[in-house]
């Protein structure tokens, strides 16, 4: 049986305390987690901590950059280790991990260690009131231990998107992955020993949120700030914890993401955009389009078009060729999930495709699917429409004017994305400047340039990472006045 054990000051630690982690894709038992307790988060906020005062705080940027990019190159030259294990985790199409998950967790530590390389700071020179002349520049410090909290949809990208800076930056991390996906965290932990980054710079403690390693870590003092990707009610808890101390967070929240497709749209590009944008990673990514406005004049060519798209999905584990569509990645995922299924027949939506779970067979009919789903007819009061499901569906309705599309997609307490279909530039421009979102993708979705701002606004998140931006929350400025 393997172990997941925890990385802790350069050693792999096993505790007393396990649990089960097991395949999405047919319940099997993967291996046993070991948590940490709050003897194993201490022992790791000490060692960030000893690391940032010793080896890594005093090292040099381009030695830093030197160690980054080696961790790139080796999480590169043990692709198939990463690919085997995210896939193991989450059930997703291997497909899909080998195109986005895996590449994205090592361009993550390369993109950033060339920020780091490449950004200056300021410089001011003034006169002084005695005629004389002061010299102002500023020092960028790193923040110190950093604890970086970590969901379960895209679990290597999502916490080296994180990692990333915060090590590029000069700081220490102590990473906390989700309960349900520990298998990447680990293996980085490998890669960081192989190619020598000193002891005690990357940490992780398994375990869950409250009463475990997830609220040891975030409440624990010498963790001087936290980075979080998670559910929006997650983040207030943390917020809570993060207050005792005032020390900074930077969150990226659910959402509950609109999808605009207007009648001039390219339709055939638009339908393909919006079936990844709905169902991608069985629906399980936060920019996901779960409310689609299309307007009227396509209304039904677009919902048909988009039904025989989704009927289309092959539905499979993850090395199956041609696999579009995963599992969910926990039976109580799943239940939660078919819980707005039954809600939306019980509201009296029409379900156009889907809304159950499929047949598969063999072992595989113990994994956690759901069918594709898309639902209209709802009102935009229906709990279908107003809150996350974070799974393979979506609720398609018809809107006249662009004023009424903007409305509707800022009818809404999260802010996080949007993906507008148009050809007409003065439309998408008006989408762009008038949807409260802190992403806006006009004809694509999910396409990223990792030098640009990334964040929620509203419910979706505080902050904005990527590119400078990650340099932001990462360091602190010092100014330093000279008076020559
Ligand atoms: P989650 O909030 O349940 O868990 C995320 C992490 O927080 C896990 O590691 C969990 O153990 C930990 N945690 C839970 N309670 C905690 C507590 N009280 N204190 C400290 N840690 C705690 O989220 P999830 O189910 O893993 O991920 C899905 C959610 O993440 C969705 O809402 C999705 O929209 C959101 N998400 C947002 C983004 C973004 O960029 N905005 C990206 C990916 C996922
Ligand atoms: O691409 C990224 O950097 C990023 N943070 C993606 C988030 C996806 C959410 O599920």
């Not at 990673?281 to 078009?305: H, M």
Request: aromatic content about 8%; charged content about 20%; glycine content about 10%.
């Amino acid at each position: 049986m393997k172990d997941f054990l925890n990385f802790i000051d350069g050693e792999f630690v096993a505790t007393g305390k396990t649990f089960e982690n097991r395949s999405p894709a047919d319940n099997r038992v993967l291996g046993r987690v070991h948590e940490a307790g709050r003897t194993e988060v201490e022992a790791a906020v000490r060692a960030a901590k000893q690391a940032l005062r010793g080896p890594w705080g005093r090292m040099s940027v381009a030695k830093r950059v030197e160690l980054l990019y080696a961790v790139a190159d080796e999480i590169n030259r043990r692709f198939d280790d990463f690919l085997a294990a995210e896939i193991a985790d989450t059930g997703k199409p291997e497909s899909l991990a080998a195109h986005i998950d895996i590449p994205r967790g090592a361009a993550n530590f390369k993109v950033f260690a060339d920020i780091v390389k490449n950004v200056p700071t300021e410089s001011f020179e003034m006169t002084t009131p005695d005629g004389g002349t002061a010299v102002s520049y500023a020092l960028r410090s790193p923040v110190g231990v950093v604890g970086v909290v970590c969901p379960w949809n895209l679990p290597l990208l999502l916490m080296t998107w994180k990692v990333g800076p915060a090590l590029a930056c000069g700081n220490t991390v102590v990473v906390k992955p989700s309960e349900e996906t520990p298998a990447t965290a680990t293996l980085l932990g490998e890669v960081m020993k192989a190619v020598g980054v000193p002891d005690g710079v990357y940490n992780v403690v398994h375990g869950f949120g409250p009463d475990s390693a997830g609220a040891f870590l975030t409440q624990h003092p010498d963790v001087d700030a936290i980075t979080f990707t998670g559910e929006t009610r997650t983040g207030e808890a943390i917020m809570a914890a993060a207050a005792k101390g005032v020390r900074p967070v930077s969150f990226e929240l659910g959402g509950k993401n609109a999808g605009i497709v207007f009648a001039d749209a390219d339709f055939d590009k638009a339908v393909a955009g919006i079936t990844r944008s709905a169902f991608e990673n069985c629906g399980q990514v936060c920019l996901g389009t779960e409310r689609v406005y299309v307007q009227r004049p396509i209304f039904e060519r677009f919902v048909q078009a988009l039904k025989a798209k989704a009927e289309a999905l092959k539905i499979g584990p993850p090395e199956e060729p041609g696999v579009g569509l995963g599992p969910l990645i926990s039976r109580e995922h799943q239940q939660k999930v078919l819980g707005y299924f039954e809600r939306a027949r019980a509201e009296g939506a029409t379900v156009v495709t889907g809304g159950g779970v499929p047949p598969m067979s063999g072992a595989w009919a113990e994994g956690h699917w759901v069918q594709p789903t898309i639902w209209t007819g709802l009102p935009e009061t229906s709990a279908l429409v107003r809150e996350e499901i974070f799974g393979p569906c979506c609720h398609i309705a018809p809107f006249d004017t662009v004023d009424e599309a903007i409305a509707l997609a800022n009818d809404t307490d999260y802010g996080l994305a949007t993906t507008v279909w148009t050809t007409d530039l003065s439309t998408a421009h008006r989408c762009a400047r008038e949807i409260e979102v802190g992403l806006c993708w006009i004809n694509s979705w999910f396409l990223r340039d990792l030098r640009t701002a990334f964040g929620g606004s509203k419910a979706s998140g505080i902050g904005r990472e990527g590119g400078v931006h990650s340099l932001e929350f990462y360091t602190e400025l010092r100014n330093v006045m000279v008076k020559l």
